[in-house]
């Protein structure tokens, strides 16, 4: 915006007309910066599981889909259980021949059994021979072997039967935990086997944010801590929770762990797999002037940082949050000078400076227009808050916002 004034008409072509740049301005206050760490975070459901099949079979029915909500041990996919009900009739039939065959060697050993205890009476009337006694004395030790291993054999048995019982049943996938399903990569006639993900499933009512921490982070972040997590769709715009948990092994090569954030997501804003800003907070810095990182000016005469400040009085009036862009109201001209700052500490949205009072205004938006140089300007004043959405907006919500006005302006010349 250029703000203009010129001489009457009859003061000539030799009088000069003197532009005056309009800027943006705020009043630069005192206190701490707090001192931030922004990070990327992946968000992830609470007990948040992928399910496989234990088994390899052809899919009949799948009765879930993405977004139902399920209880533990409900039905998720069923399987094909024709062969491993074979198999199971299979095992009991082993087991009853394993039982009949061990029947059949316990009545043998009773027989043979019976036979020594007469030998050894004959034997004592001396009726039998020292020979007889010892075959009838070996054959009582094969038929006590040959029972224990039919008994051997029905326990196998019964070990098979238990092993095909469980295969049949893993032809039902059940739910290990109740939760909302997401991820649906199974459909009706598809082979599966042990690598093959069916489902995601987990609890969206709490979700884990996880970051990364490098090992010099570790020296200033702990738990506790407290972490803003920046949600773009989020109706908060932010939300708070302290750092829950922080991993005590470094990765060998990238010397980084993982910490987590536990965090209440009643409304489902926070969907798993969503990339996050996460801000930790972990400390302040001196007391020193606040002012907006757009403020800082790198003087293009000199390469000194600073900011422009005012140097004429400015009406003190409150100013409120400026809810409506189209509001361009603006000031009589106001001189303003360069002054270069000490930059003390730099935050995730302002600086802590040396050099500039408290309650001074200071140019956000349109420094350029003065190149360094002390000059006149005409205000908009305008509060934290409008400059802190100016310096949230990214490169695609300009572009956004830039699309909507040209459609506005289609909509109101086509009217």
């Known amino acids: 915006m250029i703000g203009g004034c010129s001489s009457d008409s009859s003061a000539g072509k030799n009088e000069k007309i003197r532009l005056v740049p309009a800027v943006e301005a705020v009043r630069a206050e005192f206190g701490a910066l707090p001192l931030t760490e922004r990070l990327s975070g992946l968000v992830k459901a609470r007990n948040q599981v992928e399910i496989y099949p234990e088994i390899n079979a052809i899919v009949i029915d799948v009765p879930v889909h993405n977004g139902d909500f399920v209880k533990k041990g409900q039905e998720l996919v069923r399987l094909r259980n024709r062969e491993y009900a074979e198999r199971l009739n299979q095992a009991k039939a082993a087991h009853r021949i394993a039982e009949a065959q061990a029947k059949q060697a316990e009545a043998e050993l009773a027989r043979i059994e019976a036979e020594l205890k007469r030998t050894n009476t004959l034997f004592e009337k001396r009726l039998a021979s020292d020979t007889e006694l010892e075959n009838i004395r070996t054959r009582a030790i094969s038929a006590e072997a040959?029972?224990?291993?039919?008994?051997?054999?029905?326990?196998?048995?019964?070990?098979?039967?238990?092993?095909?019982?469980?295969?049949?049943?893993?032809?039902?996938?059940?739910?290990?935990?109740?939760?909302?399903?997401?991820?649906?990569?199974?459909?009706v006639g598809m082979l599966v086997n042990g690598n093959s993900r069916l489902f995601t499933l987990g609890q969206l009512d709490n979700v884990r944010i996880e970051v990364v921490l490098t090992d010099l982070m570790l020296e200033y972040i702990e738990l506790g801590q407290r972490a803003e997590v920046i949600v773009d769709n989020a109706l908060y715009g932010s939300l708070t929770a302290p750092l829950s948990r922080i991993s005590p092994f470094l990765h060998p090569v990238a010397h980084s762990t993982e910490a987590e954030i536990d965090l209440a997501n009643p409304d489902g804003v926070l969907k798993p797999g969503m990339f996050v800003t996460v801000d930790i907070y972990y400390g302040e810095s001196e007391s020193a002037t606040l002012v907006p990182l757009s403020s800082l000016y790198e003087n293009p005469l000199s390469g000194i940082t600073g900011v422009y400040v005012s140097s004429d009085s400015m009406n003190q009036e409150a100013v409120g949050s400026i809810k409506d862009q189209r509001d361009f109201s603006l000031t009589d001209p106001i001189a303003f000078q360069f002054v270069p700052v000490d930059i003390i500490a730099r935050g995730r949205m302002n600086a802590g400076i040396r050099g500039v009072d408290p309650g001074s205004w200071v140019i956000t938006i349109g420094q350029d227009l003065l190149g360094g140089n002390p000059g006149e300007a005409r205000v908009r004043k305008v509060d934290w808050n409008w400059v802190a959405h100016l310096q949230n907006l990214q490169r695609q919500d300009l572009m956004l916002e830039i699309i909507n006005k040209r459609q506005e302006n289609v909509v109101d010349s086509t009217t």
């Open 146 to 187: 040959d029972l224990e291993l039919a008994r051997a054999r029905v326990a196998q048995a019964l070990a098979t039967i238990d092993e095909r019982e469980d295969a049949l049943s893993k032809t039902i996938v059940r739910a290990p935990i109740s939760g909302s399903v997401g991820n649906r990569d199974v459909e």
